[in-house]
């Protein structure tokens, strides 16, 4: 049983999409290994899909996991579970499924934390953000979630149905695909942000110092290398997002 009460003072290392190196990313197979390797927490990323549930994928289409080109939100679940999304990592993964969120959360409940990020280009997340936060209190995870995402709007329409009950922030990147305005961070403006992510290329002391004066927690991403982590860690970040979860354990900088 795990709860962010458990870190008060102490940093939290999350999978990005879970053991993604071992296993398909963002499925019940990569967050287990999590669970079996004492990784505790995961980043995952939800959608809200055409029949109404929230499923567990990174992209907006299919392509790139199952080269079958399909809009995630264009689909219903039945359509979703005909997709294996596991044969590219290997066939001792074949038939691996998108799992939906509520699938997560009854395999792994409160034995791992979650950082769940809101895929949404839409203005309007009502609909999403009313589900994720009734599934959160159907599984009583409430100590064991934060939500961000790009999208600030998606972020400040969670923050409006949970009434600031969970810690929520913006994510924010040099990349090209992100919107100006948004590549800076300037989202968290939108709405009260107790989390800031950013990619780790944008960090910088004076930033470090900046949201640890305001008593924003720092969660960057990727660190997939040893030595930031180590100095990330001794900056007082909140926790880090790595591709590598095996390997940044090994420093021990994480010890529960």
């Given at each position: ?56 994928i ?12 399909y ?23 074949k ?18 934390l ?47 149905v949970?009434?600031?009950?969970l ?6 990147s ?46 960057p ?36």
């Amino acid at each position: 049983m795990r709860s962010f009460y458990q870190y008060k003072d102490k940093p939290i290392l999350f999978a990005h999409r879970g053991m993604n190196s071992y296993a398909p990313e963002n499925t019940l197979p990569a967050f287990q290994l999590c669970l079996d390797n004492n990784i505790p927490a995961i980043e995952l990323d939800v959608h809200l899909i055409k029949s109404g549930e929230l499923v567990v994928i990174h992209d907006f289409s299919t392509k790139r996991l199952t080269n079958k080109d399909y809009k995630i939100e264009n689909l219903t679940l039945s359509e979703i579970k005909e997709l294996d999304v596991g044969i590219y990592k290997g066939e001792q993964f074949k038939n691996t499924r998108i799992p939906t969120l509520e699938e997560v959360f009854q395999s792994f409940s409160n034995n791992l934390l979650y950082d769940i990020e809101i895929k949404s280009n839409l203005v309007n997340n009502n609909i999403l953000a009313k589900k994720l936060w009734a599934l959160i209190r159907k599984y009583k995870l409430e100590f064991n979630v934060i939500i961000t995402s790009f999208n600030p709007i998606a972020v400040r329409a969670f923050e409006k149905v949970s009434h600031h009950s969970l810690l929520q922030g913006i994510i924010f990147s040099k990349d090209k695909s992100v919107p100006f305005y948004l590549r800076k961070g300037y989202g968290q403006y939108l709405f009260q942000c107790n989390i800031s992510k950013p990619e780790v290329n944008l960090l910088t002391n004076n930033m470090i110092q900046r949201y640890q004066e305001k008593g924003t927690k720092l969660l960057p991403w990727c660190i997939d290398d040893e030595n930031k982590a180590i100095e990330l860690v001794n900056k007082n970040v909140f926790g880090i997002v790595t591709n590598v979860p095996e390997l940044i354990v090994k420093t021990n900088l994480f010890k529960q």
